[in-house]
């Protein structure tokens, strides 16, 4: 995977943290220099969780921004517009970690639906799943955290679409795989 550095990584953790910072908690946050690979287009997702539990989680599955775009972007929809919770309040940002996973562009599975189990790679792959007008994605984190099969995380990411488990057998859905570098936030304050 082509990624990006640790520290760049480091970097887009905090430019995550400082936007929740400035545009949720009111905060005045000084300027950072941005490296050149934050002007490449990247699929970007920030992941939130507050006492270890989802607090929020939306990106960009595809690079259609740059980093220096996308990460600002992706970090104020978590907090703000994720459907599944209330809006992040300031008095949570002191509590809340924060993840950056920067993606590499999706890419159709190509063999036939009853092969797509050997096609992914748990721990390696995320997947998107599109078909009936619904499409749905879970990052490459998902399954290692709750310990699934190849078929158990394609069941579920057909869950995530609103599809029923097994739609992934269908040759009226596409399935993609991307791989995702992780970062964490070391601390948060």
């Known amino acids: 995977m082509d990624g990006i550095s640790s520290e760049e990584g480091a970097l887009a953790v905090k430019l995550a943290r400082m936007v929740l910072l400035e545009n949720i ?4 946050m000084p300027e950072v220099s941005i490296p050149a690979s934050f002007h ?25 921004l740059s980093l220096a775009e996308a990460i600002p ?3 104020l929809s978590a907090a703000l517009e994720d459907p599944r919770f209330p809006p992040v309040r300031a008095d949570e940002l002191p509590e809340i970690s924060i993840e950056v996973t920067v993606l590499t562009p999706p ?5 036939p639906p009853a092969s797509r189990p050997e096609a992914v790679i748990v721990g390696k792959h995320g997947l998107i799943i599109a078909g009936y007008g619904r499409s749905g994605l879970l990052l490459p ?5 709750y310990h699934w099969d190849a078929r158990t995380f394609l069941d579920q990411v057909c869950v995530k679409a609103g599809l ?3 739609t992934w057998r269908s040759n009226d859905t596409e399935l993609y795989t991307f791989e995702g570098q992780i970062f964490y936030e070391e601390e948060h304050t």
């Open 25 to 28: 908690g009111g905060e005045t």
């Open 40 to 64: 490449e287009k990247r699929g970007v997702f920030v992941t939130l969780t507050l006492n270890g539990q989802l607090r929020g989680c939306i990106g960009y599955p595809r690079p259609v």
């Open 73 to 75: 972007g992706a970090a």
């Open 107 to 111: 890419v159709l599975i190509s063999s």
């Open 141 to 145: 984190q998902v399954p290692v955290e």
């Open 164 to 166: 029923p488990p097994g």
